[in-house]
């Protein structure tokens, strides 16, 4: 079988490549997804799969292999862009204005419908059934995976297990990392209002200046982690925009802060909040200012399966090599696969896109990113594989 699948991944390496570069051209941003989601659809049908659309532009579909009550196996991928313009010289260049797919979900949707042209035409050689799960908003919360969730994507039928990949630019082309347990943070965002007394720069002994105790809030809120969690409890807060003031001479009557808080224990995560907001409120009302503060809780942290991570990973070391198959470290990014995590045995493994000969090496995020597309014919072969495996 295996055989077969890397065959077919091969053949069909040059079309996907295309439907890659398509995708690439064409980006949607977060919940806006509609001629993404279209152009899903439309593939999975002329792959003879019906989709079905959920959660707006979601879209899902199953593929029946022998005895198709014996495993189920959900696989995902995400397919919004970013607000980023694009600075390339590729002809596949995005043609949205300030949209641009910077993280790589052209080409975990194309890895996926790869996948499912393949499952599809080999669909007599392997037992169960797969679904697949095309999401929106990976990139916004409250994100794509929650609305699925909501809508129905983990019922009739309810997969045993989940998977899904995300390119990796620091690994090479033909590489793949795999993690246990703990892989990605939870992520929330932090709003501060800051309001006191104003007035003249030259008379400051007038004001209450919200300038000033922005500053002591910022210093004080590093020590919620440092004072408060168990130094091997991994956790990040970091203030990430200071607006106030607009002149040399007033000092304001608001500041504004924002920033992100990320935490691996649920726990510890809400017992932050607390602390975040007590000291904040505490620290303004002693300098004699009032603030109000906002958290956005955003995705829980990505839990991957011990027993489904080491199944995946020897079937990736079959489907790759050893010398291919290494692990992945800790990051404290976040990803709302996490949802998926929390409720299905899961794991969500990095497909290396980089070349160093090339110069393909930049990050997502970027105006500059981009992947050697040869990481195509891997990602699609290895989820194929994986579907028909586990």
């Known amino acids: 079988m295996l055989h077969i699948i890397k065959e077919l991944a091969k053949n069909y390496k040059e079309e996907f490549i295309g439907i890659r570069r398509h995708l690439h051209a064409n980006p949607e941003l977060s919940y806006q997804e509609f001629e993404t989601s279209a152009f899903v659809q439309n593939k999975l049908k002329e792959f003879g799969i019906a989709p079905k659309v959920i959660a707006t532009t ?39 204005k300030g949209v641009m797919h910077a993280c790589g979900h052209d080409v975990h949707t194309t890895c996926l419908l790869g996948a499912s042209k393949i499952l599809m035409e080999t669909r007599d050689q392997w037992e169960g059934t797969v679904k697949l799960v095309f999401q929106p908003g990976e990139e916004k919360n409250p994100g794509g995976a929650s609305l699925m969730i909501r809508d129905g994507v983990l019922e009739n039928p309810v997969p045993q297990k989940m998977i899904a990949l995300h390119v990796n630019p620091a690994l090479e082309v033909g590489e793949f990392s795999f993690r246990e ?23 400051p002994q007038y004001t209450a200046d919200p300038i000033l105790i ?33 002149t040399t001479n007033v ?40 603030a109000e503060v906002t958290i956005d809780v955003g995705y829980p942290f990505v839990f991957n399966d011990p027993v489904v991570t080491r199944q995946v990973v020897r079937l990736a070391t079959e489907f790759a090599g050893k010398e291919n198959v290494s692990e992945t470290e800790m990051r404290m990014g976040a990803e ?55």
């Open 58 to 96: 979601g879209v899902t579909a199953m593929i029946e292999g022998k005895n198709p009550g014996k495993r189920i196996i959900a696989l995902r991928a995400d397919m919004d862009a970013l607000p980023i313009q694009e600075n390339s010289t590729q002809p596949y260049i995005s043609k949205n």
């Open 181 to 203: 347990g703990m892989a990605m943070a939870s992520a929330d965002e932090i709003y501060i209002s800051i309001k006191a007394k104003g007035g003249h720069a030259a008379a």
């Open 214 to 246: 922005a500053s002591h809030i910022i210093i004080g809120l590093q020590q919620i982690i440092s004072r408060n969690n168990v130094p091997t409890n991994p956790s990040v807060l970091s203030i990430t925009a200071i607006h106030g003031g607009n």
């Open 251 to 290: 000092i304001p009557s608001e500041v504004k802060l924002m920033g992100t808080f990320r935490a691996m224990d649920e726990k510890w995560r809400f017992d932050a909040h607390k602390l975040i907001k007590n000291l904040v409120e505490q620290i303004a009302i002693s300098m004699g200012a009032v």
């Open 336 to 390: 709302d696969f996490a949802y998926y995590s929390q409720i299905v045995p899961a794991t969500f493994f990095r497909l290396g896109t980089g070349n160093k000969k090339r110069e393909i090496t930049a990050i997502v995020h970027t105006p500059i990113f981009d992947v050697d597309e040869d990481a195509i014919e891997q990602g699609m072969g290895m989820m194929a594989w994986l579907a028909t495996s586990l």
